[in-house]
């Protein structure tokens, strides 16, 4: 079975630092696409960031950026200057690029942002 | 500039009942996908349309889940003779083309059935 691993269930950070949100997955394909999703509480989902598998330059945008290793199965989001309004369930996920349509999540990392 | 829309937003239902929820997708998005999500789990994908052809209802639970495009823009997802472990958040979610494009999501629908 394909997953998505996210070991942080919660994290916390000051406004203004940096937090680093971990994630990994498993799939034996070569042509993926990897997603970080936001959810705030108000439940809608929004899109933070996305690469390409076949990409090597690690996305960005703005103060959001992933370092996607991918010999490591690895897709880590860094959030710098953390604001108040970074505060949500933050969700990795893929999706094959072929015999598949399904978009795999994982569990989420709740992050919190401390004033 | 409308988002994608669901209603009800929040739906209480008797055990054994029937439901019917609705997604209203971006416009011109042909690909729709349904997403269940329990708890304080990721979502899980349910069932994908390519405009009104449904190209995979794999994650489907059981034969109770009903999902149709009829023409193509608005989905419904029905659940005949709910039971407690429907009891989720679904998802609606759509992109421009194909399956690979973003998806962009809706608020979702909370089922609470009693």
């Known amino acids: 079975a394909q997953t998505v691993t996210q070991s942080q269930p919660e994290m916390s950070v000051q406004e203004a630092e940096t937090v680093t949100l971990s994630c990994t997955y498993d799939?034996?394909?070569?042509?993926?696409?990897l997603f970080w999703y936001k959810q705030p509480p108000s439940r809608q989902m929004i899109l933070v960031i996305r690469?390409?598998?076949?990409?090597?330059q690690n996305a960005t945008e703005n103060r959001f950026s992933v370092n996607f290793q991918k010999a490591a199965k690895s897709f880590s989001l860094k959030i710098s200057d953390s604001q108040l309004g970074d505060a949500a369930m933050y969700f990795c996920?893929?999706?094959?690029?072929?015999?598949?349509?399904?978009?795999?999540f994982g569990k989420g990392t709740k992050l919190s942002v401390i004033p | 500039g409308a988002g994608v829309s669901q209603s009800p937003r929040y739906k209480v239902a008797k055990r054994g009942q029937d439901v019917a929820l609705r997604c209203d997708p971006i416009?011109?998005?042909?690909?729709l996908f349904w997403y269940q999500q329990a708890l304080g789990q990721g979502p899980e994908f349910l069932t994908y349309?390519?405009?009104?052809?449904?190209?995979?209802k794999s994650g489907l639970p059981s034969d109770r889940f009903f999902a149709e495009r009829p023409e193509g823009s608005v989905s419904t997802l029905k659940i005949q003779r709910t039971q407690q472990e429907d009891s989720a958040v679904y998802l609606c979610?759509?992109?421009?083309?194909?399956?690979?494009?973003?998806?962009?999501f809706g608020p979702g629908t909370r089922l609470t059935v009693l």
């Open positions: 979610a759509s992109s421009l083309g194909r399956y690979t494009d973003t998806q962009y």
């Open positions: 799939t034996s394909e070569s042509d993926y696409y």
């Open positions: 690469q390409e598998a076949y990409k090597q």
């Open positions: 996920a893929y999706l094959i690029g072929a015999g598949s349509y399904q978009l795999t």
């Open positions: 416009s011109g998005h042909v690909s």
């Open positions: 349309f390519q405009n009104e052809a449904q190209l995979d």
